[in-house]
């Protein structure tokens, strides 16, 4: 019999202990790379464990970014290869990959080139000579659609649509355009938006937001229990030296004729007074019943976020946000009272 992986071990205890929790939430606790961690996971729920791995999304965002690289990539396979270079080519050892146009004198090219999502292919299929590189094209700077890696910014509709009164279309814009709006990629064109009003209230506050696709959402503020050492301790968990919980209770409203699909408190946080963010525990208590994923249209739902951080950390503002990065979509409630 093989001895079990100490790695899977300890990340099995971390799963037992929390019951449901997102990985990358398990990875950030334990310290370890989150891919490992899926994998790992993967891995272990085909071996019999009484375990099940699943993913969540926002299926209307999911279609979104698929449709904008789809369509990134037809653009960008549109470009036409530029002519040929005149004058003869030495290619040693034959043609490859990277240059397998038509020359007079070699061998037929070996197949067709790869696509290499990287911007327009300015000089795709040219041979390259030792003189100073052509100045880039205008649409060499093309953006991934997929965003940073690592990161949540994905390619959304609520990114490019609708344009701020006044200022140019962020897409691609069909017919002439007039002389007075250069297409500047500098141009501080919907960068800065206006923030609604009644963004930001204090305990028992409702406040309201609009979804990117047309989510009509109210969120309350119920309670925060600061400390609450004495629930989390309650509950069979165990703080160490120098650590204190708190606990939020948030309600949210869905008036809109959609479901929401996503969990209330994903993107709920703590804000210190020194700017430092503070993420949930991945641990519920019995006594505080968590938020559940999706609030069907007209219904409200609510539940309670744990939070594990430094004893003598002054907090501020309990944030609350759409998704992450989306300051327009991003509530705040001033709790420097409690």
């Known amino acids: 019999m ?20 997102a990985v990358h939430e398990i990875a950030s606790r334990l310290g370890m790379d989150v891919r ?16 099940v791995v699943g993913v969540e999304c926002d299926p209307v965002g999911i279609r ?3 449709a904008a690289a789809n369509a990134w990539t037809q653009a960008s396979g549109g470009y036409q290869v530029p002519n040929p270079p005149s004058g003869g080519y030495q290619v040693h050892g034959g ?18 080139q790869p696509f290499t999502p990287a911007g327009p292919p ?26 940073p890696p690592g990161s949540a910014a994905w390619a959304r509709g609520d990114q ?78 165990q703080l160490q030296e120098g650590e204190r919980s708190v606990v939020v209770h948030t309600e949210l409203t869905n008036r809109s004729p959609m479901p929401f699909t996503s969990l209330p408190d994903l993107y709920l946080v703590l804000v210190a007074e020194d700017g430092s963010t503070v993420g949930k525990a991945p641990v519920a208590l019995s006594s505080r019943p968590p938020h559940r994923i999706g609030v069907p249209p007209g219904e409200t739902a609510g539940g309670h976020t744990v939070y594990v951080l430094p004893e003598d ?3 501020s503002t309990v944030r609350w946000a759409m998704r992450p990065g989306d300051d327009q979509r991003t509530l705040h409630w001033d709790i420097t009272d409690l």
């Open 160 to 237: 490019q649509r609708p344009p701020q009164p006044g200022q140019p279309a962020s897409g691609p814009q069909s017919g002439p355009q007039p002389a007075q709006q250069p297409a500047n990629p500098h141009a501080p064109t919907a960068k800065t938006p206006v923030p609604a009003a009644a963004r930001t209230g204090k305990v028992g506050s409702k406040l309201d937001v609009d979804g990117p696709e047309g989510e009509r959402i109210t969120i309350q503020l119920v309670e925060v229990v600061d400390p609450a050492d004495f629930l989390f301790t309650a509950a069979g968990y």
């Open 64 to 66: 979104n970014a698929v």
């Open 36 to 51: 490992d961690v899926a994998a790992r996971l993967a891995v272990l729920s085909t071996t019999g464990l009484p375990m």
């Open 313 to 315: 950390t002054e907090l």
């Open 2 to 21: 093989t001895a079990p992986d100490p790695v899977d071990v300890r990340l099995l205890t971390a799963v037992a202990e929390s019951g449901r929790a």
């Open 95 to 112: 043609p490859s990959g990277a240059h397998s146009g038509g020359h007079p004198g070699q061998n037929p090219p070996s197949g067709p």
């Open 122 to 147: 300015a000089s795709f299929g040219q041979p390259q000579q030792a003189r100073p590189a052509p100045p880039p094209a205008p649409q060499q700077a093309q953006p991934n659609p997929w965003g």
